[in-house]
């Protein structure tokens, strides 16, 4: 194999970004902010994906993507390809197109992706946790007739915009779920289950999938539900990467780091959004931490290639946001260490602050493109709301934003 000698010297250090979401594209326009470092941003794809608009691309009304052009600094260099492993050991990742690259420091932002809890669900289930999957969705809805049953299984943030999307382009939904909006404040809940009703939403609370079948679900009391489709949103995990390569990672899959997002194995490898598991705790799943993880990762770089020691990170929560299809919305307050509060916006103000957050997360991409340095990050002043791997489990149905 050859190994890419854009690892040059100690003049000319090689940062790679694995990973080209929100946190990924924002740590590696903040290293940019360094005029001397190489910056390599891996992703598997040519294309930035807007993954809170997945249920969107899966309903018809998106197609979820951004050219990189729009989001990536021109300085950072984009190789489509995929990491299948990395020796922390050698500094290097390999490519799955056979090639080795080096690197001096490595950001670890591979997100996270569904993952299929019950027999039946990686077979027959459709996820839409990624662009493919929701392609993949959107194509099976496209082939199933226009009244064709569609089950969601989970009741976090995907769940209920996807059902929404759905239901409000005709089609026949049931929402399966332990229980709706974990996350969100009672009042709030109440909303979206009004909400998703009067859009014909079939709401199956406290009810679990034990197996998915093809054309129905197996439910926990024994009871068949029919689906043509069956959607799964119930449960997220990081890819398995850091594991394989021996380092350290939580139940979950995401690489525990100290405070500062630095691994506790190797201190040249950061981790930032998803992925990252500071003192073997995570925040929840979401763009809005993402976007203040990523930057505060290429932070902790540039202070390592500055010989100095990088300060404790700390993110801040404003609310939680979902669409109820692409007329109503809930903007849920949150106080800042993401604990959901009483205050709400809802209807078609809730729908119009939903959409101001989804072009204002592109856009935040796009300034710290042109502006290293200015992306905005809200300290958590409180006591932060993260969580092990053990205890999120119930929240985790549904809950990657």
Same mark, same amino acid.
């Given at each position: 194999?050859? *190994?890419?000698?854009?690892?040059?010297?100690?003049?000319?250090?090689?940062?790679? #970004?694995?990973?080209?979401?929100?946190?990924?594209?924002?740590?590696?326009?903040?290293?940019?902010?360094?005029?001397?470092?190489?910056?390599?941003?891996?992703?598997?794809?040519?294309?930035?994906?807007?993954?809170?608009? +997945?249920?969107?691309?899966?309903?018809?009304?998106?197609?979820?993507?951004?050219?990189? !052009?729009?989001?990536?600094? %021109?300085?950072?260099?984009? $190789?489509?390809?995929? @990491?299948? !492993?990395?020796?922390?050991?050698?500094?290097?990742?390999? +490519?799955?197109?056979?090639?080795?690259?080096?690197?001096?420091?490595?950001?670890?932002?591979?997100?996270?992706?569904?993952?299929?809890?019950?027999?039946?669900?990686? =077979?027959?289930?459709?996820?839409?946790?990624?662009? =493919?999957?929701?392609?993949?969705?959107?194509?099976?809805?496209?082939?199933?007739?226009?009244?064709?049953?569609?089950? @969601?299984?989970?009741?976090?943030?995907?769940?209920?915009?996807?059902?929404?999307?759905? !239901? %409000?382009?005709?089609?026949?939904?049931?929402?399966?779920?332990?229980?709706?909006?974990?996350?969100?404040?009672?009042?709030?809940?109440?909303?979206? &289950?009004?909400? +998703?009703?009067?859009?014909?939403?079939?709401?199956?609370?406290?009810?679990? $999938?034990?197996?998915?079948?093809?054309?129905?679900?197996?439910?926990?009391?024994?009871? =068949?539900?029919?689906?043509?489709?069956?959607?799964?949103?119930?449960?997220?995990?990081?890819?398995?990467?850091?594991?394989?390569?021996?380092?350290?990672?939580? =139940?979950?899959?995401?690489?525990?780091?100290?405070?500062? +997002?630095?691994?506790?194995?190797?201190?040249?490898?950061?981790?930032?959004?998803?992925a990252a598991a500071p003192s073997g705790m995570g925040y929840r799943m979401s763009c809005q931490a993402a976007n203040q993880l990523g930057p505060l990762a290429g932070d902790t770089v540039l202070t390592r290639l500055a010989g100095a020691s990088?300060?404790?990170?700390?993110?801040?929560? #404003?609310?939680?946001?979902?669409?109820?299809?692409?007329?109503?919305?809930?903007?849920?307050?949150?106080?800042?260490?993401?604990?959901?509060? #009483?205050?709400?916006?809802?209807?078609?103000?809730?729908?119009?602050?939903k959409e101001l957050i989804c072009g204002g997360t592109v856009s935040a991409l796009a300034k710290e493109a042109r502006r290293p340095g200015s992306a905005? @990050?809200?300290?958590?002043?409180?006591?932060?709301?993260?969580?092990?791997?053990?205890? #999120? &489990?119930? *929240? @985790?149905?549904?809950?990657?934003?």
């Open positions: 194999m050859n *190994l890419d000698k854009q690892k040059t010297s100690m003049s000319n250090p090689h940062v790679v #970004v694995i990973g080209g979401g929100y946190a990924g594209v924002m740590a590696a326009n903040r290293m940019t902010k360094r005029a001397d470092v190489a910056i390599t941003l891996v992703n598997p794809r040519d294309h930035f994906v807007e993954r809170i608009r +997945l249920h969107q691309l899966a309903g018809g009304t998106s197609s979820a993507v951004v050219a990189y !052009a729009d989001v990536l600094a %021109e300085r950072v260099r984009l $190789v489509v390809d995929a @990491v299948s !492993a990395i020796d922390a050991g050698a500094r290097t990742i390999t +490519l799955a197109s056979g090639a080795e690259m080096a690197y001096d420091y490595l950001v670890y932002a591979v997100g996270s992706a569904g993952t299929a809890l019950v027999p039946g669900a990686a =077979e027959h289930a459709y996820g839409i946790s990624t662009f =493919e999957e929701a392609t993949r969705l959107k194509a099976a809805l496209d082939a199933a007739p226009a009244d064709a049953p569609v089950v @969601v299984v989970g009741g976090g943030a995907t769940g209920i915009e996807v059902s929404a999307e759905l !239901a %409000e382009a005709g089609r026949r939904v049931a929402l399966v779920c332990d229980d709706l909006g974990p996350s969100l404040h009672e009042k709030a809940r109440r909303v979206v &289950r009004r909400d +998703l009703r009067r859009l014909g939403v079939d709401l199956l609370e406290g009810a679990r $999938v034990t197996e998915v079948l093809p054309g129905h679900v197996r439910l926990d009391d024994g009871r =068949e539900l029919p689906g043509s489709v069956t959607v799964w949103t119930a449960g997220f995990a990081a890819p398995g990467l850091a594991r394989a390569g021996g380092l350290t990672t939580d =139940e979950l899959g995401r690489l525990v780091t100290d405070e500062t +997002l630095t691994s506790v194995d190797d201190d040249r490898i950061i981790a930032t959004g998803d990088p300060e404790p990170v700390s993110v801040g929560f #404003v609310g939680q946001c979902l669409s109820i299809g692409r007329s109503r919305g809930v903007m849920n307050l949150t106080r800042r260490d993401d604990t959901a509060v #009483v205050g709400r916006v809802t209807g078609v103000a809730g729908a119009k602050i905005f @990050v809200l300290p958590d002043r409180g006591r932060s709301e993260r969580v092990s791997a053990t205890a #999120v &489990r119930p *929240l @985790v149905e549904g809950a990657a934003r």
